[in-house]
């Protein structure tokens, strides 16, 4: 459990947002980035893309089947503590990497930035629940959500440029500063926080839980991967259930847990944490599909589709900084149900869409209305699940939350792409191999299939937030409570 910690001044406050919200902006950034410049690192070190594309998927297995781990971590020693150890490893770590020209290096290296990745997401909701007052939590997410937003835009132009004009390994080094800056402010005006209870780490539940999770991510993303692999799959997935299940077993029994499972006995605290899945489910889809709709239907080209990604973007960024004013002024509930709207009404405008008629503004208006749902359902839902964690268990319901998302993320490339393939292959028939492959009106049914999944699975979303209550936080509940 977490002690009390320092009071946060009103002057340190504006810093410590500026550091959460930098820790959004470094780990998101660095995705984007290292995406852009694969091609190029896999033509300089003369491999294969299937191989470097692990400098990316290694680094997000391992971030995310942490999350609840590192979440825990922070509980028993310290918040601040195992945050700043997230960003000193991920730091050296992007150093490190930008000096190498070996891939088994840098595929390493990328395991260790993979680790202080899920740190500093697993544990920036923790900080923005035990560190700042009630009243501006719902601004710090929007910031938070904000952060990445900006990330997602800006990265590809960042990206391309540094690795154009430079080389790749600079990709790498900008993360440096951002990381020193970020290792300041956490030294200078995060308030240390101190145990008051010192429990013995349970390995076993870390160990049966990153296994199950690691299973589970591979399985839903290697489907394609054709051969053995491919046929590994359903093994690999039905050990990661079993998996599973025996973290879950060992949990009820462990006479200190490392999951608070019996906080999924509130039904609106388990309904906000699935209607973050189902969210996170539909965006990843989404995100997916659509530069896919743009390049293979209407014939855009790559630069013309990620222009049009930017409406979504800009959404996000603008709502969930306006969503986070306004959990701080009336409350988590309305704001979550106005943007699970935001983002059917998005969805459906999408929807009609589909068709080979270049449609370029009602587009925009639907990327824009869904990406605006999106970004305004973080801070509201975050901030009402952060208000169910019992003290000393900030870290840990924070690693469900984030590990719920990025696990939405993983389901919605999985079961959209799989959801796509089978109508459209359907619809073609034997000639279709993928998209370019077949007429661009063979392909309709596919995109079809997946947008009724999207509506249905925001329907669910929508269903579940309406079943979340306000929690009211008294006075004692903030970090600038005496004590």
């Not at 292959?425 to 997946?450: D, I, Q």
């Amino acid at each position: 459990m977490t002690g009390n910690s320092t009071p946060v001044q009103n002057s340190g406050t504006m810093p410590i947002m500026i550091c959460l919200s930098l820790a959004a902006f470094m780990s998101t950034l660095d995705t984007i980035m290292v995406s852009v410049s694969l091609p190029t690192i896999t033509k300089d070190l003369q491999v294969t893309t299937a191989l470097t594309s692990w400098i990316i998927i290694g680094s997000m297995l391992v971030s995310s089947s942490f999350l609840m781990t590192f979440g825990s971590v922070g509980d028993k020693l310290g918040h601040r503590r195992v945050f700043l150890c997230g960003f000193a490893i991920f730091t050296v770590s992007s150093l490190l990497s930008g000096f190498v020209a070996d891939i088994w290096l840098l595929l390493a290296l990328r395991i260790f930035v993979g680790v202080g990745t899920g740190i500093i997401m697993a544990l920036s909701p923790a900080l923005v629940a035990t560190v700042l007052s009630p009243s501006l939590k719902g601004k710090a997410f929007g910031l938070i959500a904000a952060s990445a937003s900006v990330a997602l835009t800006v990265g590809p132009v960042i990206g391309g440029y540094i690795t154009e004009h430079f080389s790749w390994n600079w990709i790498f080094f900008v993360n440096v500063p951002i990381g020193m800056a970020a290792i300041i402010l956490i030294f200078r005006f995060i308030p240390v926080q101190v145990p008051s209870v010192r429990t013995r780490f349970d390995y076993p539940a870390a160990f049966l839980l990153f296994f199950s999770l690691v299973g589970l991510l591979f399985g839903l993303n290697a489907g394609d991967i054709g051969g053995l692999g491919a046929r590994m799959v359903p093994f690999i997935l039905a050990g990661s259930l079993l998996l599973g299940a025996a973290f879950l077993w060992h949990e009820h029994r462990a006479p200190s847990p490392m999951i608070p499972l019996r906080l999924f006995r509130n039904i609106p605290f388990t309904a906000s944490v699935f209607a973050a899945l189902f969210m996170m489910t539909a965006y990843g889809g989404v995100l997916l599909i659509f530069p896919l709709f743009f390049e293979s239907v209407w014939m855009f080209s790559p630069e013309q589709s990620g222009s049009m990604l930017v409406a979504a973007s800009a959404g996000i960024m603008i709502a969930s900084v306006l969503a986070g004013g306004l959990v701080d002024r009336i409350g988590c509930r309305k704001p979550v149900i106005i943007a699970t709207g935001l983002a059917i009404a998005g969805s459906i405008l999408l929807f009609g869409l589909l068709g080979t008629t270049i449609m370029v503004l009602p587009a925009v208006a639907g990327l824009f209305l869904f990406g605006a749902g999106a970004g305004g359902f973080y801070p509201p839902n975050i901030s009402l699940v952060m208000k169910y964690a019992p003290k000393g268990d900030e870290g840990a319901v924070s690693g469900i939350l984030m590990t719920m998302r990025m696990l939405g993320q993983a389901v919605g490339f999985a079961l959209f792409g799989t959801v796509f393939g089978i109508f459209a292959k359907k619809a073609s028939g034997a000639a279709f191999r993928g998209p370019g492959t077949v007429a661009p009106e063979a392909l309709l049914p596919g995109f079809t299939a997946v947008f009724l999944v999207t509506v249905l699975l925001l329907v669910i979303t929508f269903l579940l937030v309406l079943m979340a209550r306000e929690v009211r936080e008294s006075p004692a509940d903030s970090p600038t409570a005496g004590g």
